[in-house]
């Protein structure tokens, strides 16, 4: 069964350093988003994107971040100038419809972002 | 989207039992979806259920839906200690709404399955 990849698995990033999170969504699927999970909370939304733009971000989604589809395969999140607190497991989830068109979404398993 | 409600917070049963766990939610959908989450893993797909079913199986697993109480139960029978995860619900509005496809999660329910 075709699934999300995401590389690497784990990162571990100097404070203030910008960093890049990759994510292979299913092949023929239209829409991805990024969420991520701070360790013993709640998987939080970031954005969503579609059409090549985003669709939807969440206050956590500041200037700091940035979502950028480079080519057909390759879905990526940026993180300019990383802080303590962006220390989270993030995941990359796509889909071939919106949701609420009855169609799940596929979560790759996600990066865990360390910033020391 | 809404955010879903869980409940109980935490389950332990013991392997071959059945375990329900339910979910509430405020506004009119159009589909509720049922994750499940490994520990240090990404959230897996298990089960969509639309706003005009009231039952659906999977396997092991049955979901009911009650849009009039507006709540959801997500039950497995014979569980086994691999079912050890969190479950999350993931309520997802009506169309027209304004809903770009997010899902909202709660805390989900967290199940042990002892051996």
């Known amino acids: 069964e075709p699934e999300v990849t995401q590389t690497p698995s784990h990162q571990v990033t100097q404070m203030g350093q910008e960093v890049i999170l990759r994510c292979v969504p299913i092949s023929n699927h239209l829409y991805f988003y990024w969420y991520r999970q701070i360790l013993g909370q709640k998987v939080e939304f970031l954005v969503s994107?579609?059409?090549?733009?985003?669709?939807?971000k969440s206050e956590i989604f500041d200037d700091q971040f940035s979502v950028e589809r480079p080519d057909g395969s390759n879905f990526t999140l940026k993180i300019r100038s990383t802080k303590l607190e962006d220390s989270a497991m993030y995941f990359c989830?796509?889909?071939?419809?919106?949701?609420?068109?009855?169609?799940?979404?596929?979560f790759g398993d996600g990066t865990r972002l360390s910033i020391l | 989207s809404q955010q879903g409600e869980e409940d109980p917070q935490a389950l332990s049963i013991q392997e071959g039992e059945n375990a329900t766990m339910n979910c509430s939610y405020k506004?009119?959908?159009?589909?509720l979806q049922w994750y499940r989450q490994n520990s240090g893993r990404g959230l897996v797909h298990l089960i969509l259920?639309?706003?005009?079913?009231r039952e659906k199986h999977s396997g092991r697993l049955r979901v009911t839906l009650d849009t009039s109480k507006k709540s959801s139960s997500l039950l497995i029978t014979a569980s086994r200690a691999a079912d050890t995860a969190s479950y999350f619900c993931a309520p997802s509005g009506a169309p027209g709404s304004s809903n770009t496809g997010k899902l909202i999660f709660g805390q989900g329910t967290t199940l042990q399955v002892k051996p």
């Open positions: 506004t009119s959908i159009n589909n």
């Open positions: 259920i639309r706003s005009n079913e």
């Open positions: 989830a796509s889909s071939l419809e919106r949701t609420d068109s009855n169609q799940p979404q596929h």
């Open positions: 994107f579609y059409n090549n733009e985003i669709s939807e």
